[in-house]
């Protein structure tokens, strides 16, 4: 399947585009990434160079593949981290574009605007967005959970916190809630929240810095999901080639994930972390 990939690109490391499309491709698909910003390296990092691709650049690149008349090929749409508030609305046009070609297609939202440990550490008027625009477009969202209770306006600490800030979401626009980083204790947990149906997936606390990881997850759940439909199966595998490449990340002691030498992983995780629906 062709998945429209819109967000960030690094040429050292492994964030936005440069950590979502490898793990899309190894699941068979074909990846059409358009860049919204274009960095050196993560800026986590100690330094570094490039700047923003502006709104109108981000759609000229798109209207070059809506001009191909590929768009009913178009299985999905995933965006990550915008660069500027005015990307959003050219992903959601790029949105409306890709539906009206191909009524089933699915939009993918991964709201990167910020964590627990940096806060916001995006422009002015992307939280907004998110939180006003994209939601109600958005047929799957994958949110960290500080990510989360912005768009809910209440707390997601814990599974149960998550979990509640997760159905509420539910009645502004997406069928679906991906929540990734759930920090319990010496664990991590993942939700998969619908209106019916609740998976959690849990593994072992890595403390790593792993930049770009959440890109990743994203990219790894749509990817199995495209490929089975099975929302379990899909949070399973992801949960467990997430943990597999922040695991083998910090043994090498890098702060970027080590995605080509464990891309088996994203196929075939060696350890395998099973969802349980929760009642």
């Not at 178009?74 to 009524?103: D, F, I, Q």
């Not at 605007?113 to 625009?133: N, Y």
């Not at 204790?185 to 929240?193: H, S």
Request: proline share 6%.
């Amino acid at each position: 399947m062709n998945v429209l990939s819109i967000q960030s690109s690094v040429a050292y490391g492994h964030v936005g585009n440069a950590a979502a499309t490898l793990p899309l491709q190894r699941l068979g698909h074909e990846v059409w990434p358009v860049n919204t910003v274009a960095f050196s390296n993560h800026p986590a990092h100690d330094g570094w160079t490039g700047r923003e691709v502006a709104p109108e650049q981000v759609a000229e690149i798109i209207d070059g593949i809506v001009a191909r008349g590929v768009l009913s090929d178009c299985a999905a749409v995933l965006s990550g981290y915008l660069g500027a508030a005015g990307t959003g609305e050219v992903v959601l046009e790029a949105v409306a574009a890709v539906k009206a070609a191909n009524p089933k297609a699915i939009y993918c939202c991964d709201p990167v605007m910020g964590d627990d440990t940096s806060g916001f550490f995006v422009a002015p008027g992307i939280p907004e967005f998110f939180r006003e625009r994209a939601l109600a477009r958005a047929d799957m969202l994958c949110p960290n959970p500080f990510e989360l209770a912005h768009l809910a306006g209440r707390p997601a600490d814990g599974v149960a916190g998550a979990l509640t800030a997760a159905r509420d979401l539910l009645a502004h626009g997406p069928a679906l809630v991906v929540v990734s980083g759930i920090r319990e204790g010496q664990e991590v947990a993942m939700l998969a929240v619908t209106e019916t149906d609740t998976w959690c997936v849990r593994t072992p606390w890595i403390d790593a810095p792993a930049h770009g990881a959440g890109d990743m997850f994203a990219a790894l759940f749509l990817g199995h999901y495209l490929n089975a439909g099975d929302i379990g199966a899909a949070l399973s595998h992801a949960g467990s080639a997430l943990f597999t490449v922040v695991q083998e990340g910090d043994a090498a002691g890098g702060r970027d994930l080590p995605l080509v030498t464990v891309q088996q992983s994203f196929v075939d995780p060696p350890r395998r972390f099973e969802a349980a629906r929760l009642g």
